[in-house]
């Protein structure tokens, strides 16, 4: 079955194709189903690349088909600029990422293995290409709603053949690991919270928020439960800054009640759950010893040792980190170190992890900012969506390879973000500030 991806890679490849090339296009108006809305080529490229993230097509064999499909988008998305006639939006944090990946690639000429660090840089450069080619192509707030519509889509769907054996095993490999989808779906989350709040309180925006917090829960993945808490709690500083102290409370004493109460989370996250309770939370009685990391820990300091400690201002070169761990059998056999900023320490020293932190703050001000500013109401969808989702993403990124799956994970808050700068040059036509998307 595995064989089909090679197809439907295919298919979808040649599809972008066509898309990006093509005049224009009718599709049906994500507000109205009624309607229909004429789009130009990059338009409806945009809406099925940023639509199509958790699809992996996955192969067993000797072809990577998810690194060729990552590197095909990332041409693609090249040509892409090129070929919209609008400027790609720069400020200060996508000049913060381009400075970025320049540091990477100069990791390339001291790093232990030039094949893996290009694979890096190639992960890396994904989020940045997919906001900046949203900045150029995203004008109108229609193009933002369908792109955002139909990736919710794709995610619901991934939930269901998540939860019905049957149908998961007609399609193997087609959509990223439950890993990577529970950290995609923090972003599909804040959005439906957001079409809640700026599209007319429709309670089924509502159902599916709570629907993408389930399978973290479910599958007891504690990087998603982590990253979802914190962007649930920037979407309602960013909504009602001070004002939102007391929800925070409640959603942070939610998550805690969780950790304690639900046996299968407990369970994985401390050594002895039987000995581990609120109360001695409360007396500060439990500490790093009780917290269950399977041995995360220990990978992480004898990482630092071998790649940081004797280099910490420019690391030991990009890929060298992935370059040890798939030549070598160490940790057990594990091919990832579960920790992003550990690697990008260890490749690239603190130099690069600064540029990568200085990224991801200063969109989240960014889009804070523009949230509260006299925006209209796409614009500040956008800024709140990308911005919460980006806090919790980044969250998971301190106990997850969330950068490998950059194409399921980084690209949505990225990609919100790109459409945010896209729609601030946009039509004078869009929604005033407080008029509902409906």
């Known amino acids: 079955m595995y064989s089909l991806n090679y197809l439907y890679f295919l298919i979808i490849s040649c599809w972008g194709i066509k898309l990006l090339f093509q005049k224009q296009g009718k599709i049906t108006h994500p507000l109205d189903k009624h309607k ?17 993230g958790l699809l992996a097509f996955s192969a067993p064999g000797v072809v990577d ?30 000049t913060f990422y381009f400075v970025y990946i320049i540091w990477l690639i100069i990791g390339l000429s001291y790093t232990t293995s030039i094949s893996y660090g290009f694979r890096v840089i190639l992960k890396y450069t994904y989020p940045l290409l997919i906001m900046l080619f949203a900045s150029s192509v995203t004008r109108h707030k229609e193009v933002f709603i369908k792109a955002g519509l139909v990736a919710r889509i794709i995610a619901i769907v991934s939930i269901s053949i998540s939860f ?47 629907l993408f917090i389930i399978p973290c829960i479910l599958w007891v993945f504690r990087t998603s439960i982590m990253g979802t808490t914190l962007a649930l709690m920037m979407f309602f500083f960013y909504k009602y800054k001070l004002k939102s102290l007391p929800i925070i409370s409640g959603v942070f004493i939610l998550f805690i009640v969780a950790i304690f109460t639900i046996p299968n989370v407990k369970e994985k996250m401390f050594k002895d759950r039987n000995d581990v309770n609120i109360e001695q939370l409360k007396q500060g009685k439990i500490s790093k010893d009780d917290i269950n990391s399977n041995a995360r820990f220990a990978m992480w300091e004898n990482l630092q040792k071998l790649f940081y400690n004797n280099n910490k201002m420019t690391g030991s070169g990009t890929g060298s980190v992935q370059n040890y761990m798939y030549s070598n059998i160490v940790f057990g056999g594990l091919k990832m170190p579960h920790n992003d900023y550990l690697q990008m320490k260890c490749d690239n020293g603190i130099i690069g ?13 960014h889009c804070f900012i523009e949230y509260n500013k006299k925006n209209n109401t796409a614009v500040k969808m956008c800024a709140i969506i990308a911005g919460s989702s980006l806090a919790g993403v980044a969250l998971a990124m301190v106990t997850d390879n969330v950068v490998n799956y950059s194409m399921a994970t980084l690209s949505y808050p990225f990609g919100f973000y790109g459409m945010m700068l896209g729609l601030q040059k946009g039509s004078k036509h869009d929604l005033n500030n407080n008029t509902p998307l409906q």
């Open 36 to 52: 229909k809305i004429l789009l130009n080529g990059p338009e409806l490229f945009w809406i099925l690349t940023f639509a199509t």
């Open 65 to 94: 088909l998810m690194a060729i499909r990552l590197m095909i988008l990332e041409i693609f998305c090249l040509i892409g600029i090129f070929i919209v006639k609008r400027k790609t939006q720069w400020n200060i944090s996508t």
């Open 164 to 210: 019905i054996p049957f149908i998961r095993f007609l399609v193997p490999g087609v959509f990223w690991y439950p890993t990577a989808r529970s950290i995609s779906y923090i972003s599909m989350c804040i959005f439906s919270l957001a079409l809640y709040y700026h599209g007319g309180k429709e309670k089924k925006d509502l159902l599916l928020c709570i």
């Open 353 to 365: 992890i600064t540029l990568y932190i200085l990224t991801i703050f200063s969109i989240i001000i």
